[in-house]
C-alpha cells in the first residue's frame, strides 16, 4: 500500500520562499514511479505543478513556476521535495503530492494513482 504524506507548507509573504516535502512508503522493489506535485485552490481543479521520473534527466514543469520552483527527489529516503522561490499570491493553493508507476513524466491528474492528504501554502502580498 503505497502512502504519501506532504509536509512543509505553511503563510509566506510574496518574494519568500518554501520547501515542501513527501514521504513516500509502500513502493515496489524494483518498479520505477513516477512523482509529481499537484495544487488545487477552492472550486478549481488540480493542477500539475511539476513532474519527475527516475529514468529522465529533467523535470517538466507548468509554465507558470519554471525558473522558480525545483522538483528532486531523495530515492535514498524515498522522499521528493518541490522548493518554491518568488511566491506570489497566485501560488497559493492546496499543494498535493501524488506517484504512479507509469513510465515517464505526467502532468495529468488522471494518471496518478496515489494521493497525499495535501499542504495549505499562502502566500500574502
Known amino acids: 500500500q503505497v502512502q504519501l504524506v506532504e509536509s512543509g507548507g505553511g503563510s509566506v509573504q510574496a518574494g519568500g520562499s518554501l520547501r515542501l516535502s513527501c514521504s513516500a512508503s509502500?513502493?515496489?522493489?524494483?518498479?520505477?514511479?513516477?512523482m509529481a506535485w499537484f495544487r488545487q485552490v477552492p472550486g478549481g481543479e488540480r493542477e500539475g505543478v511539476a513532474s519527475?521520473?527516475?529514468?529522465?534527466?529533467?523535470?517538466a514543469y507548468v509554465d507558470s513556476v519554471k525558473g522558480r520552483f525545483t522538483i528532486s527527489r531523495d530515492n535514498n529516503k524515498n522522499t521528493l521535495y518541490l522548493q518554491m522561490n518568488s511566491l506570489t499570491p497566485e501560488d497559493t493553493a492546496m499543494y498535493y503530492c501524488?506517484?504512479?508507476?507509469?513510465?515517464?513524466?505526467?502532468?495529468?491528474?488522471?494518471?496518478?494513482?496515489?494521493w497525499g492528504q495535501g499542504t495549505q501554502v499562502t502566500v500574502s502580498s
Open positions: 519527475i521520473y527516475t529514468r529522465i534527466a529533467d523535470p
Open positions: 501524488a506517484a504512479d508507476p507509469i513510465y515517464g513524466l505526467s502532468l495529468l491528474s488522471y494518471e496518478y494513482r496515489y
Open positions: 509502500g513502493f515496489s522493489q524494483g518498479r520505477y514511479y513516477c
